[in-house]
């Protein structure tokens, strides 16, 4: 049976695409399943280096479509779990490169070997976005509390209802407890309120997940990070585990403190 | 008058002047009625007199000169002739022996080299059928190919590949070498995991015994 389709992708830009991608196809790996996620943001490649594999990379997704080399030769494994396998993109390349056929192909293809399929999309809603929304079974949109990144979330939802009705998910990243009690950040239930799209995560700040991603080693990985652990739960639900949410903690002052020194 | 009284000859140390017969007054007019007309063809050079036991007074070495001056030559040179007249050159600064030759190293031309001053920035690549110099750094994520050897006098921290048509003997040399990856024909190393500081040194990579290694430079001597 082919595996399951999943495109992060989120309108904005920075909201933590590649950070969501990343920790999702680990925490996959870590509860066992065959993961291989592929990168579509040509040109401005940076999944490989988040999962700390950009120095094994010899072949890309652009070698694939064009036919240079067959999609297990470009596969590269990852160095702490074996089941999982990253297609990198193209870094001298362009999105104008690939076709949605051409997407479509390959992340089928790649369903065919793994139980997940991760898609890290290019950010916008053009040409890069369409091609790797195209072969999601599941639509993962990121966004962060802010008018800004929920306004472009609101945009990719209504795209993507407008195109093939492709299921979708929202996960709230970067939240602040302390800043939502006091008023001065979006609370998760008035984005939900507004996107009218099931949640499926609620991602605290986490100043791990800067030092995670600068070490190729994401907090996923870290059984210390609030925000790795909540990527666990939300990959465990995308399992089909019923997983409650676990209420966001607020930083006590001495963790503050001591996060503050790290 | 005798036409041969002297050989005038080009040679890469100058014009070299050989008297053939034995009066001065003769090899004088004949010098002059041959630069005469040379026209400007010898002007600026550098004249080297080779005697052959003949000797010469201070006179007859002036009026040289002179004759010289006037076409714009310089006498530089004195060979042979007698311990007289090499004395009498040297005391007009005339060297009196050419300095040794340094012999040329042969140059055999190892084909065309693209040279590029610029930094290659992530996305950027650079391709050339033949050797590569680069001034400027590779930054991660750009790659440069070529299908003999690349030099950049700078930083390489991107994808560097040589002998990419299969030249094993291609080398990569690098004023900080520090690649992501560093490929010689169809041989692919990869950067250490541990992501070290380490001082700048210029290195050479090769492949040797089956393996691509980097080689300190090292200032000889």
């Given at each position: 049976?082919?595996?399951?389709i999943?495109?992060?992708?989120s309108?904005?830009?920075g909201?933590?695409?590649?950070t969501t991608?990343?920790?999702?196809?680990?925490?996959?790996?870590?509860?066992?399943?065959?993961v291989?996620?592929?990168?579509?943001?040509?040109?401005?490649?940076?999944l490989?280096?988040?999962?700390g594999?950009e120095?094994?990379?010899?072949y890309?997704?652009?070698n694939v479509i064009?036919?240079?080399c067959a999609?297990?030769?470009?596969l590269v494994r990852?160095?702490?779990?074996?089941?999982?396998l990253?297609?990198?993109?193209?870094q001298?390349?362009?999105k104008?490169?690939?076709?949605?056929?051409d997407?479509?192909?390959?992340?089928?293809?790649?369903?065919?070997?793994?139980?997940y399929?991760?898609?890290?999309?290019p950010a916008g809603?053009?040409h890069?976005?369409?091609?790797?929304?195209?072969?999601a079974d599941?639509?993962l949109?990121?966004t962060?509390?802010e008018?800004?990144?929920?306004r472009?979330a609101?945009?990719v939802?209504?795209?993507?209802?407008?195109?093939?009705?492709?299921?979708?998910k929202l996960?709230?990243?970067?939240?602040?407890?302390e800043?939502?009690?006091?008023?001065?950040?979006?609370?998760?239930?008035a984005i939900v309120?507004?996107l009218?799209i099931?949640?499926?995560?609620?991602v605290?700040?986490d100043?791990m997940?800067?030092?995670?991603a600068n070490?190729?080693?994401?907090?996923?990985?870290?059984?210390?990070s609030?925000a790795?652990?909540?990527?666990?739960?939300?990959?465990?639900?995308?399992n089909?585990e019923?997983?409650?949410?676990?209420?966001?903690?607020e930083p006590?002052?001495?963790?503050?403190?001591f996060?503050?020194?790290? | 008058?005798d036409?041969r009284?002297?050989?005038?000859?080009?040679?890469?140390?100058?014009l070299v002047?050989?008297p053939?017969?034995?009066?001065?007054?003769?090899?004088l007019?004949?010098?002059?009625?041959?630069?005469?007309?040379?026209?400007?063809f010898?002007?600026?050079?550098?004249?080297?007199?080779?005697l052959q036991g003949?000797?010469l007074?201070e006179?007859d070495?002036?009026?040289?000169?002179?004759l010289l001056?006037?076409h714009e030559?310089e006498?530089?040179a004195?060979l042979?002739?007698?311990?007289?007249?090499q004395h009498?050159?040297?005391m007009?600064g005339?060297r009196?022996?050419?300095p040794?030759?340094?012999?040329?190293?042969?140059?055999?031309p190892l084909?065309?080299?693209?040279?590029?001053?610029?930094t290659l920035?992530?996305g950027?690549?650079?391709?050339?059928?033949e050797h590569i110099t680069?001034?400027g750094?590779i930054?991660?994520?750009?790659?440069?190919?070529?299908g003999?050897?690349i030099v950049?006098?700078g930083?390489?921290?991107?994808v560097v590949?040589a002998g990419?048509?299969?030249d094993?003997?291609?080398?990569i040399?690098?004023?900080?070498l520090n690649?992501s990856?560093?490929?010689i024909?169809?041989?692919?190393?990869?950067?250490?995991?541990?992501k070290?500081?380490?001082?700048i040194?210029p290195?050479?990579?090769?492949?040797r015994?089956g393996?691509?290694?980097?080689?300190p430079w090292?200032?000889?001597?």
């Open positions: 049976m082919a595996g399951k999943i495109t992060v992708t309108g904005k830009g909201v933590g695409k590649t991608t990343a920790n999702l196809s680990l925490a996959m790996a870590l509860l066992g399943k065959r291989i996620c592929i990168d579509a943001d040509i040109g401005l490649r940076n490989d280096v988040m999962l594999l120095n094994r990379i010899v890309d997704i652009v064009e036919g240079r999609l297990q030769k470009a990852d160095k702490r779990f074996s089941e999982l990253l297609l990198p993109a193209a001298t390349r362009d104008g490169d690939i076709t949605e056929d997407m479509n192909r390959i992340a089928h293809q790649a369903a065919e070997l793994a139980d399929v991760f898609i890290d999309s809603i053009e890069g976005f369409r091609y790797a929304t195209k072969p599941l639509v949109i990121v962060y509390p008018v800004t990144a929920v472009d609101d945009r939802i209504g795209l993507l209802e407008a195109s093939d009705h492709t299921p979708a996960i709230i990243n970067r939240i602040k407890p800043l939502v009690r006091r008023n001065e950040m979006l609370d998760a239930d309120d507004l009218a099931d949640l499926i995560g609620i605290p700040e100043s997940i800067l030092a995670a070490r190729g080693q994401p907090a996923v990985l870290d059984p210390h609030a790795g652990q909540v990527f666990l739960e939300i990959a465990r639900r995308l089909g019923d997983v409650p949410f676990s209420p966001l903690k006590s002052i001495l963790q503050r403190l996060g503050s020194l790290k | 008058m036409q009284a002297l050989t005038l000859k080009g040679t890469p140390e100058g002047l050989h053939l017969i034995g009066s001065w007054e003769e090899v007019s004949a010098l002059e009625r041959s630069l005469n007309e040379a026209g400007s010898f002007q600026g050079g550098r004249v080297i007199l080779e003949q000797s007074g006179e070495l002036q009026l040289l000169r002179a001056e006037q030559l006498l530089w004195v042979g002739g007698d311990e007289a007249v009498l050159a040297r007009y005339i009196t022996r050419l040794a030759s340094t012999p040329q190293p042969s140059t055999k084909g065309n080299a693209l040279l590029s001053a610029k920035r992530s950027q690549s650079l391709y050339f059928p680069l001034v750094d930054n991660p994520g750009a790659e440069v190919t070529a003999g050897n950049v006098w930083r390489v921290q991107g590949h990419a048509m299969g094993t003997t291609a080398v040399c690098a004023l900080d690649p990856q560093l490929r024909a169809t041989l692919i190393a990869r950067a250490p995991e541990e070290k500081r380490r001082p040194k290195e050479m990579a090769m492949i015994d393996v691509i290694v980097a080689e090292t200032p000889r001597g």
